[in-house]
């Protein structure tokens, strides 16, 4: 067969880095970083450079897994996979119709553009037959930077990033890129762009953990976790008593409310703020002076400010700062990105008719909690399967996610998922909440199948668009379904059709045909107005390639149909295996990105403001001895690669991290084993006392506890750490946006 080499974009994170694969025989013989990639340059890391690992694993499904009686799985072919779905997903349809079915995606759904671009086409389908809700782990994640998104800037995907290539001042809050490479933020090798800004002026990482972000920048801020939310107030309430609120002529007729949230910010003074978040009072008027001081100052947070108590007015008192400092849409501050691509994603929800957003339009079933764009908490999903009643749900289908490890409540989760009437998995894995499924299809892996990066470009900091072939023709069937046919075939199932007779093809006509419709309908988006039969007679191919096509063309760079001569297409953007770099980062762009009612940036919004009387209370709380925080370590991702064997090479990594003073308290020591224990739960993990965590606080990774029955994972299966959401408890959540707190848990700890 000889060797071949393949330009391909790692799917794994978000920093999209480009990957020389060379294939030798049939086999990933070696990983390289792209030079020549016009976004990463050549940037890598060890998760990319295991691809191969990963395509190769014994352990990924190639074929459908039923689940027998006994609870073990077989594999079978596809017609018998498709009528095990139809036996256990009819029956509950006939009874309770489709409100009786949910479903959870997952995070590799962002990362996967076959699943991107038709998972819509399932929810669609569900939610036009009565479906409640669907989960996801938005809601463990950045939803409270959607809500503060389309409240201030009109859109859920509709936030700034920070300029890394000229800000001089960065302010991080609860991110590690060191680990994650960037999150709402997609930056080639953002750890030398952080070390340009460092050399610029500063970084400074406001975090209860000294991460190797931290160690990096020019501060670390411990901080008790829960609390950026009052930091950010005080330094507010610093920049406003010293007259250091930046009114820059670009921003001054663009903004409304920010004189009332400055106003706002009184109470909180920084020796009111002092105690509770553990930063004393000129420390925080420093850091106040030294963002007001600078050219360029920025702040920037994620899911530590996001999946948190006070997520929302922590998320958003980052965008008033950036506003405050006059940064926002300023050029080496706050800017707004320009995606290559126009997904339907991008354009405000059909559902959320009027002008602005409403919340909280319907209610979940068991706890009554009000949606939040659409979603409940995801910890709410366990009660509605298990709480008996009308409504009750009794079907579950999951597409690539791992509830049974990534969400609150965990425990309660799993006995859940055992009880279910039907549950269906699109998923590569047999692994802790798949070992649940009557039947499991698998996808393919990310070198079987094409892929285009459309939603992080959104938050990446230079417009770039790149597209990957598939490297390998599917095995051990080259025909053998893609993930995108497999939601197809599922969502015209739930009509009546049997799962086995779904005519696919069909389907995928009138699902794009219907969204080309549906937005050439409605206003302000970049279909507005098109028409829909001359759009659809001149797209190419079929399915997803189909569908990237419509997304280019439509872009910023696109033909428009011949609107645009020389604009982009797919098969344009194919002829350049090495991406093609479009735009600069750079400020200017609020008037074409912001969507709000006013058409400004809306700064006062009730549902966001209503919350603060809930942190001015936080300031009166006792605290607790030690509280719980989660990390993520570079060579892990969520939940999945521990099957990975170069990845799992070296020390164990899922360890209780322990100030030594804690430890000296408790009596417990690296090496040995301690319990932690919530209102929720307890698990046994081995102690790491290090003084990188602050004192009062631990940090658990989040993703591990393998090694369960029914799993097929042999590498994760012999490390299996503990899993931290068995601790996470489901009702300790930040408000506004329905988000749970996975930071700032009160927990015990004991030797074992
Ligand atoms: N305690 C705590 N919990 C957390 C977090 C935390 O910080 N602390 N973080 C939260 C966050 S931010 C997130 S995003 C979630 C993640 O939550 P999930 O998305 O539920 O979990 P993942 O671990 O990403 O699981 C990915 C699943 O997709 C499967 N998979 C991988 N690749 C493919 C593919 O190409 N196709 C298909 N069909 N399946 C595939 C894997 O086998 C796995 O089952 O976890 C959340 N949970
Ligand atoms: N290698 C790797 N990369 C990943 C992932 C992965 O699992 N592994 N997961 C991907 C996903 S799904 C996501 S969402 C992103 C997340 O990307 P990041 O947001 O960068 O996530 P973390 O690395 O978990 O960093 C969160 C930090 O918040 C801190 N923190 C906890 N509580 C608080 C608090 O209350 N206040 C403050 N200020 N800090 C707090 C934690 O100590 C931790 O250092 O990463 C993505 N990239
Ligand atoms: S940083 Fe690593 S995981 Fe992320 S895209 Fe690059 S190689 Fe892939
Ligand atoms: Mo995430």
């Known amino acids: 067969m000889g060797s071949t080499e393949h330009l391909v974009t790692c799917p794994l994170c978000e920093a999209m880095c480009g990957l020389r694969i060379g294939v030798t025989d049939g086999h990933v013989s070696s990983v390289r970083p792209n030079k020549d990639d016009v976004w990463s340059a050549g940037h890598i890391c060890p998760k990319g450079v295991s691809i191969g690992q990963l395509h190769h694993d014994p352990d990924r499904l190639r074929q459908p897994m039923v689940r027998r009686p006994d609870g073990n799985h077989v594999a079978v072919s596809w017609d018998d996979a498709y009528a095990e779905a139809e036996r256990v997903l009819r029956p509950v349809l006939d009874s309770d119709g489709i409100r009786a079915l949910t479903v959870y995606i997952g995070n590799p759904v962002a990362h996967n553009s076959d699943l991107a671009s038709y998972i819509g086409a399932l929810?669609?389908?569900?939610?036009?037959?009565?479906?409640?809700?669907?989960?996801?782990?938005?809601?463990?994640?950045?939803?409270?930077?959607?809500?503060v998104s389309c409240l201030l800037f009109g859109g859920m995907w509709n936030g700034p990033?920070?300029?890394?290539?000229?800000?001089?001042?960065?302010?991080?809050?609860?991110?590690?890129?060191?680990?994650?490479?960037?999150?709402?933020?997609?930056?080639?090798?953002?750890?030398?762009?952080?070390?340009?800004?460092?050399?610029?002026?500063?970084?400074?990482?406001?975090?209860?953990?000294?991460?190797?972000?931290?160690?990096?920048?020019?501060?670390?801020?411990?901080?008790?976790?829960?609390?950026?939310?009052?930091?950010?107030?005080?330094?507010?309430?610093?920049?406003?008593?010293?007259?250091?609120?930046?009114?820059?002529?670009?921003?001054?007729?663009?903004v409304l409310g920010l004189d009332e949230v400055v106003a706002l910010a009184d109470q909180f003074t920084p020796e009111r703020v002092a105690a509770a978040t553990g930063i004393e009072a000129p420390v925080i008027r420093r850091l106040a002076h030294d963002l007001a001081h600078a050219r360029n100052p920025v702040v920037y947070s994620r899911i530590g400010g996001c999946a948190q108590e006070f997520g929302t007015l922590t998320t958003w008192l980052v965008f008033v700062l950036n506003t405050a400092l006059g940064a926002l849409d300023r050029t080496g501050g706050a800017v707004f990105a320009k995606p290559p691509v126009w997904v339907p994603m991008f354009g405000k929800p059909p559902d959320q008719d009027g002008a602005g957003y409403r919340f909280g339009r319907f209610h979940s079933r068991v706890r009554k909690a009000p949606e939040v764009l659409s979603s409940f908490p995801v910890g709410c999903l366990a009660e509605e399967i298990d709480t008996p009643g009308d409504g009750r749900i009794r079907a579950l289908i999951t597409v690539a996610g791992n509830p049974a490890v990534s969400v609150p409540g965990a425990g309660r989760l799993a006995r859940a998922l055992e009880s279910l009437d039907a549950m269906i998995s699109i998923d590569n894995w047999l692994n802790e909440t798949t070992r649940h499924a009557h039947v499991i299809f698998p996808g393919l892996s990310p070198l079987e199948h094409a892929h285009i990066d459309d939603l992080y470009w959104i938050y990446a900091v230079a417009s770039c668009i790149k597209h990957s072939e598939a490297v390998f023709d599917p095995q051990p069937d080259p025909h053998r379904p893609h993930e995108w046919e497999l939601l197809l075939r599922l969502g015209g199932a739930l009509f009546g059709t049997p799962v086995a007779d779904v005519d696919v093809a069909a389907l995928d006509d009138l699902y794009t045909a219907g969204t080309i419709a549906t937005f050439a309908g409605l206003p302000n988006n970049p279909l507005t107005g098109l028409d829909a039969a001359t759009v659809m007679a001149a797209l190419e191919g079929n399915g997803p390639q189909r569908l990237a096509d419509l997304s280019i063309r439509v872009g910023p760079w696109g033909d428009r149909f011949g609107e645009r001569p020389g604009g982009l297409t797919l098969a344009e953007v194919k002829r350049h295996p090495n991406g093609l770099r479009l735009e600069e980062l750079a400020g200017g762009r609020l008037d074409e990105t912001v969507t709000t009612p006013s058409g400004k940036v809306e700064l006062l919004h009730d549902h966001i403001t209503d919350d603060i009387p809930r942190l001015v209370a936080r300031m009166d709380r006792t605290r607790p001895e030690l509280v719980m925080t989660s990390r993520r370590h570079l060579r892990s991702n969520n939940s999945w690669l521990h099957n990975v064997p170069t990845l799992m090479k070296g020390r164990d990594r899922c360890t209780l991290l322990i100030h030594p003073v804690d430890a000296a308290r408790i009596g417990v020591s690296t090496g040995a084993a301690a319990e932690v224990s919530t209102t929720e739960g307890a698990i046994t993990v081995p102690v790491e006392v290090s003084d990188e965590i602050t004192p009062g606080v631990v940090s658990l990774p989040h993703g591990w506890g393998h090694g369960l029955s029914g799993t097929q994972l042999d590498i994760a299966n012999a490390h299996p750490g503990v899993n931290n959401n068995l601790l996470n408890p489901t009702d300790v959540i930040d408000i506004p946006s329905n988000t749970h707190a996975l930071n700032g848990i009160p927990c015990q700890i004991r030797p074992v």
Do not use: C
């Open 123 to 147: 929810l669609g389908f569900a939610q036009a037959g009565g479906m409640q809700g669907y989960y996801s782990p938005g809601t463990v994640d950045q939803w409270p930077l959607n809500v």
């Open 161 to 254: 990033i920070p300029d890394l290539y000229r800000a001089d001042h960065l302010m991080v809050l609860g991110a590690n890129p060191a680990a994650s490479q960037g999150s709402m933020l997609s930056a080639p090798d953002i750890m030398s762009l952080l070390k340009d800004v460092k050399a610029r002026g500063a970084v400074v990482v406001v975090d209860p953990r000294r991460t190797a972000t931290a160690e990096r920048a020019s501060e670390w801020v411990p901080i008790q976790p829960g609390t950026d939310a009052l930091l950010l107030f005080a330094i507010l309430r610093t920049l406003g008593e010293n007259g250091w609120v930046r009114k820059p002529d670009h921003l001054r007729d663009r």
